[in-house]
């Protein structure tokens, strides 16, 4: 049933259950003329005019429930249409009530045996019209025929053009709640992906807050920390100088000097820029001026070195392993007590790598690591794909090396 038939049932509902019975009546009191006119008793016709009054009153009227049952309606219409039968051979007027068993075909039969129905009640209404048609000649069977086929052909046309209506009507119901429940889908996913598109903003806002302040940390710990270190222990060989003026003055210039680098270095990490050492040279020799001055700085002897094919390596991974050096470096000057350290920059076939080694105290790498430096060394190489591997022993000194891998258009 479509969406649009109760609405339609509702309207025609005082046609099917009420009209009946007035057309019945109407034709039973013209029943009682007539038949008094020709002189013969109208007891069997108004006999099987309350029969059908009782019949469409129990089967149909009074139990609505049963309407919608294919198997009693059938039964109701078929039984009906003889009782309309009977009474059309009796007197032809009757034929004027096939208007009724039109409206019980098209309500109560389904497909396609409402297309029988239809069939059965234009026979009845032709038979009705053809009365007075002599049916005993071919010619009479003919007219007889032909009116047959005038009722019957345009009502079973009429009826299948209202079930292929009925039929176009359920497909664009169905389409439409098709749609409709798409829509509301559709409308459940955008208003999730809002809810997604709003959390990735916010957990896209909070990632960059979180890499924005490791990047500052590392930067201040790779720049300011390390330069103050410098400083102060620059002022405390001065202080311990005493009187040695001299002694004292080369390392109040070495921490000025130190204080100057750390400033202009302070200064670029704010803005986001590379390390001075890479601003107008090569990772091998910035890598050697910085050994030079660190060496200088604290009077430890350091040598640094390149091999390999040098090819040019992404900035990134330039600016990672001048940070690691100079990390390694701050703390082979702060824990070590090394008298000699050795930097060596390699281009491998599919990485480069840099090795950081001195022959000072040592330490035992398993243990808890107090200070922020070497995590900030691998969180620069590892986030470039790289590894970090440290080797030391207690009275051996230490060796660190930063290895990242080289992208294949470089290596090409």
Excluded at 39 to 64: E, I, R, V
């Amino acid at each position: 049933m479509s969406a649009s038939q109760p609405d339609l049932e509702r309207r025609w509902y005082p046609v099917v259950t009420i009209g009946p019975y007035l057309l019945l009546a109407v034709l039973a009191a013209f029943t009682v003329v007539m038949k008094r006119a020709q002189g013969a008793s109208p007891a069997g016709d108004l006999a099987l005019c309350g029969l059908a009054a009782a019949w469409m009153l129990w089967m149909f009227t009074l139990h609505p429930a049963w309407r919608d049952r294919p198997a009693v309606m059938a039964t109701f219409f078929t039984v009906l249409i003889g009782i309309i039968a009977v009474l059309v051979v009796r007197a032809p007027w009757f034929g004027c009530f096939t208007p009724a068993a039109y409206l019980y075909a098209f309500r109560v039969l389904h497909w396609p045996w409402r297309l029988a129905g239809v069939a059965a009640v234009a026979v009845v209404a032709g038979t009705a019209q053809a009365a007075a048609v002599d049916k005993t000649t071919a010619a009479g069977l003919l007219g007889y025929g032909g009116i047959l086929a005038v009722n019957a052909l345009p009502m079973c046309g009429f009826a299948w053009f209202v079930w292929r209506s009925t039929q176009w009507n359920d497909q664009r119901d169905r389409a439409l709640a098709e749609v409709r429940e798409a829509n509301r889908r559709l409308e459940v996913s955008l208003a999730e992906n809002a809810a997604l598109h709003q959390r990735l903003l916010s957990q896209a806002r909070e990632a960059g807050v979180l890499d924005e302040r490791q990047r500052m940390a590392r930067e201040i710990h790779d720049t300011l920390a390390q330069g103050l270190t410098g400083i102060i222990t620059q002022l405390q060989a001065a202080e311990q100088a005493g009187p040695h003026r001299a002694e004292g003055r080369r390392h109040l210039d070495a921490a000025t000097k130190l204080a100057r680098e750390s400033l202009v270095e302070a200064r670029r990490s704010v803005h986001a820029l590379r390390p001075e050492p890479l601003s107008q040279a090569g990772l091998g020799e910035a890598l050697a001026a910085v050994v030079r001055n660190w060496s200088a700085r604290h009077g430890i002897a350091a040598e640094a070195g390149t091999t390999g094919t040098v090819r040019p390596i992404p900035p990134a991974a330039e600016d990672a392993l001048l940070r690691a050096a100079q990390e390694a470096l701050a703390n082979v000057a702060r824990h070590a007590e090394a008298g000699r350290v050795g930097v060596t920059l390699s281009f491998l076939d599919s990485e480069v790598a840099l090795d950081v080694r001195d022959d000072g105290r040592g330490f035992d790498p398993a243990a808890p690591a107090a200070g922020f430096g070497l995590l900030a060394m691998r969180q620069r190489i590892e986030g470039l794909s790289g590894t970090v591997r440290i080797e030391s022993e207690l009275g051996a000194g230490t060796a660190i090396s930063a290895r990242v891998p080289l992208a294949k258009e470089v290596m090409a």
